[in-house]
C-alpha cells in the first residue's frame, strides 16, 4: 500500500485546511486509515481514525474542530481541520493499518498555524 499526502500550508490561527490521503496498490487489505502528526522532540500524535466501517476517533485536543473522512470508492481519507490554532502546527502524517498490525505511511505534509 501507497500513501500519498497533499494539502498542507500555512495559515492563520482560526483558519482551515483540508488534508487530503490518496492510497493505491492493495487498498481492499486496509483496515483503519488515520493521521497522526508529530513536532520536533516530540513523538507522533495520534489525531484522527476512521475504520473501514466508518467509525471515527479523535484527539482529545482536535474533537469539534477536526473532521476525518474515507471515500471507499477513491481509496482517499481526508481531514478537515478548522480553528486551526498554533498548537497545530507540526508534520501531518496519512496511516493505513492491515490487522493485525501491519503500518503504511504517508510522507509527512507541513502545517503551520501562524498567531
Known amino acids: 500500500v501507497q500513501l500519498q499526502a497533499s494539502g498542507g500550508g500555512l495559515v492563520q490561527a482560526g483558519g482551515s485546511l483540508r488534508l487530503s490521503c490518496a492510497a493505491s496498490?492493495?487498498?481492499?487489505?486496509?483496515?483503519?486509515m488515520a493521521w497522526y502528526r508529530q513536532t520536533p522532540g516530540k513523538q507522533r500524535e495520534l489525531v484522527a481514525v476512521?475504520?473501514?466501517?466508518?467509525?471515527?476517533n479523535y484527539a482529545d485536543s482536535v474533537k469539534g474542530r477536526f473532521t476525518i473522512s474515507r471515500d471507499n470508492a477513491k481509496n482517499t481519507v481526508s481531514l478537515q481541520m478548522n480553528s486551526l490554532e498554533p498548537e497545530d502546527t507540526a508534520v501531518y502524517y496519512c496511516?493505513?493499518?492491515?490487522?493485525?498490525?501491519?503500518?503504511?505511511w504517508g510522507q509527512g505534509t507541513q502545517v503551520t498555524v501562524s498567531s
Open positions: 496511516n493505513a493499518v492491515r490487522f493485525p498490525a501491519t503500518n503504511f
Open positions: 496498490g492493495k487498498i481492499h487489505s486496509i483496515d483503519v
Open positions: 476512521i475504520t473501514s466501517g466508518g467509525s471515527t
